[in-house]
């Protein structure tokens, strides 16, 4: 059963940091590119950032260029979304995705598993 579990989320204010962490289990996770994904109130979910499985290359939306950075260690089963100077508009539940393919994908109808998600809450 392949489970992803995020963690790391919170309530903190503007211009803060935050270090999101997925774990995962029963699948191989050395196979998978993960991604972060984000969904506010009311809105779709979108795509934050990518990472492919052996960590050599790496996308991220426009809005998370330059204070978003993801990474990952396969010893560890485990993706990280380190997020910085962090904003308002950057409240929304967490979601880490993995994905068997062999490029890295935005689009949320790639991704085989997800996780529950992590709150992140950010205050002006």
């Known amino acids: 059963q392949v489970q992803l579990v995020e963690s790391g989320g919170g309530f903190v204010q503007a211009g803060g940091s935050l270090r999101l962490s997925c774990a995962a289990s029963?699948?191989?996770?050395?196979?998978?590119?993960m991604g972060w994904f984000r969904q506010a109130p009311g809105k779709e979910r979108e795509f934050v950032a990518a990472?492919?499985?052996?960590?050599?290359?790496?996308d991220y939306a426009d809005s998370a260029k330059g204070r978003f950075t993801i990474s990952r260690d396969n010893a560890k089963n485990t993706v990280y979304l380190q997020i910085n100077s962090l904003k308002p508009e950057d409240t929304a539940v967490y979601y880490c995705?993995?994905?068997?393919?062999?490029?890295?994908?935005?689009?949320?109808?790639?991704?085989?598993?997800w996780g529950q998600g992590t709150q992140v809450t950010v205050s002006s």
């Open positions: 995705a993995a994905d068997g393919s062999v490029f890295l994908d935005r689009r949320v109808r790639e991704y085989d598993y």
């Open positions: 029963g699948l191989a996770f050395n196979a998978y590119n």
């Open positions: 990472i492919r499985w052996s960590g050599g290359s790496t």
